[in-house]
């Protein structure tokens, strides 16, 4: 499954914000570090305060924070804002969904459908929290396991 | 020697999801996880009926009778009791390599009555049963759910379990 590069932003910034839900930030500080417009970030931001997940921030210092319950809010809640992540049954949208093998694809596709909505569904804020803290964990085991003995100074 | 059934769901049921805004529930207590005693069946039958909507008593006197009680190596029925009553229950096995795997604990059901959920009942259960699995020799442990049951689908994410290596497959059997 590949996302829509605003859904993919909204999932970074409502996960920065999930991050440290008691602090608003800009978003120049999350567009520069995602690499993306300013102004490009503002219109998702804008569109994920319409949907009651953020909240602006007015005056110096202002911004956005998190006004969502991190352990309710999914991946999907999300994801919805910004695309269809399966269409229905039949509505693919090509010609020849009506024939015997667009049908039995149909059927198949939809399958897939099902399983991507399950998982992103399941998938609440704080379990993405919780998994990213691992990722992070594990990714400081496997530099520390690839460190040389010798740096610890013990080796002779 | 073990049965050789696949595991089923846990929970197969249909159940909408909690509001995002989590309701007044009933304040945590103390609670206290153990084996099931033919006491607490129940409260075990009245819990799941309440979720499910369907009474289920001789399928919940066959599953006592084959998780409970003593010489059910690999087998835990286990209760969240808090002041003499049962708030939930968790039930699973070991299983020696079936569907190709090696040893591994199978969680076929868990349920916590209502009021008492998002308290860290069903937390306390699954932990409960991972320590009985890790005593027996094993290191990893599986569900299988209905993949529109969002709510334990998202109960057991939330405790960090990742999709497994195997896709569930049924068909219809001609009459």
Request: with cysteine.
């Amino acid at each position: 499954m590949k996302l829509q590069k605003n859904t993919s932003l909204a999932l970074y910034s409502v996960l920065e914000f999930a991050a440290d839900p008691t602090r608003h930030f800009p978003a120049t500080e999350i567009a520069a570090k995602y690499g993306v417009s300013a102004h490009h970030l503002a219109k998702v931001l804008a569109a994920l305060a319409r949907a009651g997940i953020l909240e602006s921030v007015r005056g110096v210092g202002g911004g956005y924070r998190l006004v969502c319950n991190l352990r309710r809010l999914t991946l999907i809640d999300v994801i919805q804002i910004f695309e269809d992540p399966g269409l229905p049954d039949g509505e693919r949208g090509d010609s020849g969904e009506s024939t015997p093998v667009g049908r039995a694809l149909g059927v198949v596709l939809s399958e897939i459908d099902q399983m991507t909505k399950a998982t992103l569904a399941s998938i609440t804020l704080a379990t993405m929290l919780r998994l990213m803290a691992r990722q992070q964990k594990a990714g400081q085991d496997r530099v520390s396991r690839r460190r040389p003995r010798h740096a610890s100074g013990r080796n002779p | 020697m073990r049965e050789a059934v696949p595991p089923t769901p846990a929970r197969p049921r249909q159940e909408k999801p909690p509001p995002r805004r989590s309701p007044v529930r009933q304040a945590p207590e103390v609670v206290a996880v153990r084996p099931a005693r033919r006491g607490d069946l129940d409260r075990v039958i009245a819990i799941d009926a309440a979720v499910t909507g369907l009474p289920k008593r001789s399928y919940w006197l066959s599953i006592y009778r084959r998780y409970s009680g003593a010489g059910r190596v690999g087998r835990y029925f286990l209760v969240a009791d808090s002041g003499g009553e049962v708030r939930g229950f968790i039930i699973g096995d070991v299983r020696d390599w079936e569907f190709g795997s090696p040893p591994c604990g199978w969680v076929f059901a868990i349920d916590v009555e209502p009021r008492f959920r998002v308290a860290g009942i069903g937390t306390r259960l699954l932990t409960a049963i991972c320590a009985n699995f890790r005593r027996a020799g094993v290191f990893k442990v599986r569900t299988i759910l209905a993949h529109d049951n969002t709510l334990i689908l998202s109960f057991f994410r939330s405790q960090g379990m990742m999709a497994a290596p195997f896709i569930p497959l049924e068909m219809d059997l001609e009459v």
